[in-house]
Each structure stands twice: as structure tokens, then as C-alpha cells.
């Protein structure tokens, strides 16, 4: 017989999981960000998030107040963004889009590999003056830190949102996305929008970085979070934020579940494959995950 | 039915004429087979050609299914830890069996996982499959550390290979284990290059260039992925195999990790796409170019290049040059050396006085 504590574990469990999700939402809309205005699965989204962190936390420790460096840290993932149209998309316009997703693993390399280059390979502590003690809600006990970062995320999708629907630049992204050629034809300027798209997700790796940076400490580390992002953008489809989110809620509740339920019988440690699994299992179902387009094929 | 379709500049000009083909690879077996034994060093054995040996063939194997069949994979290292793993269980638990059959039931085993996790593939295309090819990685590298049984009970979960004996004579020497590596690697290569060139290679690029038009001339799509999965992992799970068991002779699971994974799919991309001397070409680059690039570094700037910034360097200059040959030379160092080739050649014709004009110039 189930007990009323093991009832209330349970629920402690699941509000953990889909919030530690909302984590990982964080990270993954970032890629769909890119994905939906140029189609491309930008795999140097965890290093952009490293080096985010890093120039940040380098900066305060070199002294500047929390605002400049986030000011200066933005500043730079939009030049960072910009460098990146030009420097690798331009010359792979029109190139296969799994030829662009290689040169997103090559970028990878380089951006981890500059930003320990300059600002060194030691851990980091970040505080963002938000404290990790559990709090009692309802008789569950949740980390307060965990409810900053899922506020942060749906504020984060609420000004995305707003953003596409109500500005100017975000018709035109929304317009890339739908039709790149239409959208040159009445004279959008694609470069512009890409360079624009990428200093955007650069934002968002900032956010992210500064979030995961906070919880994990700012290391070489980070980087790897874009593999605890794809699974949930498998599930969610890669070019839905609202697939993003709700993708993290289910990947990260299933995997919590799994490893305090599931766990215990195979040995633990399961948390590195778990969530592909899940994710694999509802694409059988959903080949372009839940929320993602449908691909209609021309021959 | 597939014969009509027009093989792909890619294959076509891989390797220009039989004839010519046939003498360079005479030429590169007999220096590998006489002349490395005699006097290539103890050091460039073990530390250059072995390793080199073992790449050389994950990359073929991972060519095969992203260059020629399209199917782009980010777990090719999960599939050296089954061939590594498996040569070792079947050495220890069925130690009756000569190597070789080890290695070809090792292989065997790493294409049974391979099509299972190939089975995403029938439904799955492009950034989904290839991200669904990450599970594999984490999967494999997961179960391998976590089932003692795996490792015969190494609580690790590392393993020790034991030494190489075939029929009886010890191949304990670098320059055996070297001719061991060296037969296989060949003799792998060779099966794979007869492949693409039989109607399932056809079939493979027909599948790569339009899954659709492939299905509309009647090529069966899904057998087709899977066989390619499958000897793409067989051919993977032998490398893992001689990475073991010629080169470092103690591996452990986290030996095979992502990274692995990468470095393997960047040998294809550098070497260039759906071509096997690419394979060896990409292999032969990332083995010597940490080599150089620690040796340039010293001398350069001294002191201040530890391995620190050794390791960094390496990273941003290996993922410049992806991204600089996916934008400037998508067909990789094999078509760079073929353009010197044709070059060298035409100059060389002009020199000697021709009057007849370089027929490929």
C-alpha cells in the first residue's frame, strides 16, 4: 500500500523533474530560435552557452558591476552572431542543411576551444544572489532557485512570443521561416535576419548560461548541456518553442521519475540515455516530434 | 534496375582509372607491407601507424553510411566499444576460436546493435536520425561500465586484451601486431570498395541523393539503410577491435566516448565524403596533426604552450578546418591531392616537351 508520504515523495519528484525540464527548455530554444529562420540544427548552441558563462563570470570577477557585464557579455554574442553569418553561413548558403548542421560541430570545437583559450579552464563560481534552499509549497519541498529558472524560462517564451508576433523584424523572421525564397522576393535581407537570428540565441545562451552556470558552477561542462537539450527538442520538434517547453516538462519529469523509480534496478546512472529513449520512442509515433512541422516531400 | 542510375561525380572520380588505381595501391601495400617493417622505428609503430590503422577503418566504416548511404551518425565510437568489448568476450569465454574469428563474430555483434539502432532510420530523417544516433552513444558507453559481466568483472569496467597469437605463432611485436592491423585494415577496405561499387553501393547512393526518387525506381529504402547500418558497424566494431587489440591493449568504456564519436566523423568530412582513400587521408590528419601542432608550439611560442593550451589550440584549429573544408572543398584532402596530382602531372607533361594536351586538365 501506497502511504501518504510516498504520495507526497511522488509529487516532490515530479515538480522536481518538470522543473529541472524547464532547464532544459532554457537551452533548447535557443536552437529552435535558429532552426525555424534558417534550418539549421545549430550544434554550438552549448558552446555558445559556455562561452556566455564564461565571459560573463570573467568579467565580474575582473570587477564590473552585474548589469555592465551582462550589458558587455550581450554585446559580445551579438558580435559573436554576426561573426558567424559571415564567416560560415554566407559561404554555405544553399549547401544541404545536414552540410550546415558538420560546420555547426566544427564551430563547436572552436568556440569551446577559444573560450578556455582566453579566459582559462578553471571552475568558476557564479552567484546570482538567488538561494537554492528547498522551500514548502503545498507540503512539497522545491528549490526556490528552480522556481526563479522556470519563471525566467516563461518569461523568457512570453517575450519570444510577443517578439514574432507584434515587432517588425519578427514578421521577418517569421516570414524566413516560412518561405526563404518569398521572403527575399519582396526584399527581406536574409544575411541581415540570420546575423540577427544568431545574436538572439546568442541572448538566449546568456540566460541559460548564466542560469546553468549558477547551478552547476562555469566550466568546460557546460557545453554538454546541449546534449541533455536534444532529446527534448526531438520530442518537442525542432522548430516549435512551444514544443521546446513542453518537450522539457516531459523529459525532465519522465527522466526524475525514472531514476528514482527505475534507477534503483539497473544499476542508477541511467539519466545519460534515458531521455533519448523516451524521445525516440515518441517519434516512432510522431516522426517530427510533436509539435514540428510535418515534412511534405516533392520529388 | 539500379544500373540506370548515373553514378555521382563523387564515386565516379574517387579513384580516375582501374589501371592507374590498381598500381598506386601496389605501390602503397608493397611500401606498408616491405618497407615499413624494415625500417619504420618502434615509436612511429605503436604511437603513429597503429592508432592510424584502427581510425583509418572506423572512418571507412563510418563512410560508408554517411558518404555514400547519407545517413549521418554521432555514434560511431559506441561502436568500436562493442567490437572492442566483444573480441575480448569472445577471446575470454570461447578462447578456442583463432583471433580472426573473434574479430569477425566481434564484428558481427557490433552490426547487430548497429541495426537496432538503425531501426530510428525507417522513420526518422536528417537532424532527427542523427541526434537519435546519440542514444546509441550514451546507450552503449552506459551499459558497458555498468554490467560487470562485460569487462569480466573489472569494477571499472577496463580491459586488458591478452596477447596476439595466431595459429600458434606470437604476433607480440609492434611489427607483428602491425601486419595483423595492416591484413585487416586491407582486406576490410577492399570488401568495402567492391561494395560501393555492386548494386547495393548504387542502391546506397540513390538513397543518400533522394529517398523518394530511390523508392520511385523500386530501390526497397528500408533494407537498404539497414544493410548499410549494419556493415557500416561491422567494419566500425572491427576498428574498435584493433584499437584494443593492436594499440592500446587496455581500454575502458569512457575511451569511447563522444569525442571519439566526432574525431571519427571529422576524418570523414576532412578526408572527404564517400571516398575510401578520404578515410585513410582524414585518419592519417588526425593523428599526425596534434603531433605537429605540439612541436610547432614549443618551438614557437615555448613555454606557454602546455598541454593546456595544446588541447585548446587543437580544438579551434581542427574545428576551423571542418568548417573550412565543408565551405571551401566538400570533397575533402582526396580531391585536393587528386587537383595537385593532375597539376603535377601536366606540368610534368608540359616539362618533358608533349605536344598532346593533359587529358585532365
Known sequence: MMDWHEVLFFFEVLVGGLLAGLMYSLVAIGFVLIYKTSGVLNFAQGAMLLFAALTFVSLVNYGAPFLLAFVATFAIMIGLGFAIERTVLRPLVNRPPITLFMATLGLA???????????????????????????????????????????????????????????????AFRAVADDQFAALAVGLRLPRIWATVWAAAGFVALVAGLLWGARLGVQFSLSIIVLKALPVLLLGGFDSILGAVVGGLIIGASEKLAEVYLGPYVGGGIESWFAYVVALLFLLVRPSGLFGQKIVERV | MTTILALPETSRRSLPRPSAALIWLTLVLAVAYVAVPLFASRYVIEALLLPFLALSLAAVGLNLLTGYAGQLSLGSAAFMAVGAFAAYNFNL?????PLPVSFVLAGLTAALVGVVFGLPSLRLRGFYLAVSTLAAQFFVQWALSKFGWFSNNNPSGVISVPRLQLAGFSLDTPTGRYLFSLTIVTLLSLFVWRLTRSASGRAFLAVRDGETAARAIGIPVPQTKLLAFAVSSFVIGVAGALWAFTYLRTVEPAGFNLDRSFQILFMVIIGGLATIRGAFLGAA?????????????????????????????????????VILFLIAEPRGLAALLDRIGARLSATAARLAGSSSPSPRS
Open chain 1, 109 to 171: 570545437y572552436v568556440i569551446e576551444g577559444a573560450a578556455q583559450l582566453l579566459w582559462g579552464t578553471q571552475v568558476h563560481r557564479l552567484d546570482l544572489g538567488i538561494s537554492d534552499k528547498p522551500m514548502e509549497i503545498a507540503g512539497l519541498l522545491i528549490s526556490s532557485f528552480d522556481l526563479v529558472a522556470a519563471a525566467v524560462a516563461f518569461g523568457l517564451v512570453a517575450a519570444l512570443g510577443a517578439f514574432f508576433t507584434r515587432t517588425r523584424i519578427g514578421l
Open chain 2, 93 to 97: 569465454r570461447l578462447g578456442f576460436l
Open chain 2, 285 to 321: 590528419f588526425i593523428v599526425i596533426f596534434p603531433l605537429l601542432l605540439a612541436r610547432a608550439g614549443a618551438f614557437l611560442f615555448g613555454g606557454i604552450f602546455d598541454s593546456g593550451v595544446l588541447d585548446m589550440t587543437q580544438r579551434i584549429v581542427i574545428g576551423a578546418l
